[in-house]
């Protein structure tokens, strides 16, 4: 049972434009929400974050959006540069009493000039 | 700031053996995480250490085992390798846990024959 979704494995997307991937969830005791971006050979590396009481966060070219209701997340960034090509995963967590970490399956993103 | 350091970087083993993986946080994090990532899959949240306990574990057989030193090192067996066992094993450390973002290593590549 795959609590956490990345529907779209792959998306590709011309410099300059807008970049958004998408993530559902089904759980919805999970609080916060993490995006991660990983090159290969490398581990995953720390993008942003929301807490379930907002519905939005920005950090420069990263915003990510929160819609408790739909139980959806994206991440949309603009501009999209070559650099951000990689794969992006989402991940959820749950309350402590119950704390563990549920990532997506990943999107790859490809920007192309 | 170091990061956080996974040794080895490689391992080619044989079905039925054990294989111990080491995992070295950045320094003054107590909480250390490891994911199992196979294609197709995401990452999959194997347990948690936090000051030497385990303090959460996701849905793995008992083959995989974990245990936290009190210099916040951690390792991480398994037992009786499996062919599915193949997979990229990833650890992450944060200052308190999983709902905190988590900064990961580069991973060992485990490959079973």
């Known amino acids: 049972d795959q609590q956490v979704k990345q529907n779209s494995p792959s998306l590709s997307v011309q410099e300059g434009r807008i970049s958004i991937l998408n993530c559902d969830y089904t759980?919805?005791?999970?609080?916060?929400f993490l995006w991660y971006k990983k090159y290969p050979a490398e581990g995953p590396t720390f993008l942003i974050s929301i807490s379930s009481i907002k519905d939005k966060n920005e950090d420069g070219r990263f915003t990510v959006f929160l819609n408790k209701s739909a139980k959806h997340l994206s991440l949309h960034i603009v501009p999209s540069q070559p650099g951000d090509s990689a794969v992006y995963f989402c991940?959820?967590?749950?309350?402590?009493?119950?704390?563990?970490?549920?990532f997506g399956t990943g999107t790859r993103l490809q920007v192309f000039p | 700031k170091a990061g956080v350091t996974q040794t080895p970087r490689y391992l080619i083993k044989t079905r039925g053996q054990q294989v111990t993986l080491s995992c070295s946080p950045i320094s003054g994090h107590r909480s250390v995480s490891w994911y199992q990532q196979t294609p197709g899959q995401g990452l999959q949240f194997l347990f948690e250490y936090f000051s030497e306990t385990q303090r959460n574990k996701g849905n793995f057989p008992g083959r995989f085992s974990g245990r936290q030193f009190s210099n916040s090192r951690s390792e991480m067996n398994v037992s009786t390798l499996e062919l599915g066992d193949s997979a990229l094993y990833l650890c992450?450390?944060?200052?308190?846990?999983?709902?905190?973002?988590?900064?990961f290593g580069d991973g060992t590549r485990l490959s079973i024959l």
């Open positions: 992450a450390s944060s200052l308190g846990g999983l709902h905190q973002p988590q900064h």
């Open positions: 991940a959820a967590s749950i309350p402590p009493n119950t704390d563990k970490l549920i």
């Open positions: 759980n919805s005791m999970f609080d916060y």
